[in-house]
């Protein structure tokens, strides 16, 4: 008999053996039942209240060189967009339909892109920014989480260089577990076709281990807040 037919023989005779269910190897010390709270038990505390959801995401978004800004009104909101288009020079933008893009984008004076309708992938990738809403920050890991329904589309928050996420007070939560269940409140089974987790400007460190921003996507991140 060859090494191979012998190495075959052990596993077919293994596999003449019922495996045990995970967990029930040992039934004198079991492994524990998961905990009823779920994954929350076991991820960093985000604090009880807004503004320590607040105060948390703003120290992640720094730590992730994310320029996150919280304003009192939309038009505060929109005196920020201008001071970013001129400070930065832009000469076009895209954007979506949406609450808050309604309200701010026509402000700004710039040749724009819709991507909701139909448009030019080439002009999208040329625009200097792409302007969006979410559909939940997270203040536990600094992450804006958006959809393909929420950002419109899937290419609008990844071609231009700079994202703007435009947000409400209402999206920003604490944790995971319950950005997750804004999602099923909002959608139901009915999920979108692209969900999303952005944490900081794309970045890589592959080569020598020097930081790259914007090596895949948009190498500047701003999270406005109203």
């Keep these: 008999m060859s090494e191979r037919d012998n190495i075959l023989g052990r596993v077919r005779e293994a596999l003449k053996t019922k495996a045990p269910r995970p967990g029930t190897h040992d039934e004198d010390n079991p492994l524990p039942e998961p905990p009823a709270s779920g994954a929350r038990q076991w991820l960093p505390h985000a604090g009880n209240q807004f503004k320590d959801w607040v105060e948390l995401f703003r120290k992640n978004a720094a730590d992730l060189k994310v320029d996150f800004v919280m304003v009192t009104s939309s038009d505060e909101m929109r005196q920020a967009l201008i001071g970013l288009r001129d400070t930065e020079g832009w000469k076009s933008a895209a954007c979506h339909s949406g609450l808050l893009p309604d309200a701010i984008c026509p402000a700004l004076g710039l040749l724009m892109v819709h991507t909701d309708k139909h448009y030019d992938v080439n002009a999208l990738e040329a625009c200097d920014v792409g302007i969006t809403e979410c559909d939940a920050l997270i203040a536990q890991t600094g992450t804006v989480m958006l959809s393909s329904r929420r950002a419109g589309g899937r290419a609008l928050s990844v071609l231009p260089p700079h994202h703007v996420v435009l947000a409400r007070r209402d999206q920003l939560v604490p944790d995971l577990p319950t950005a997750f269940d804004l999602l099923k409140t909002e ?16 970045r890589t460190g592959d080569i020598e281990r020097i930081l790259v921003l914007g090596a895949h996507g948009p190498k500047k991140l701003t999270v406005l807040c109203v």
């Design 187 to 202: 959608y139901g089974e009915n999920l979108p076709s692209m969900i999303s987790f952005i944490t900081g400007p794309s």
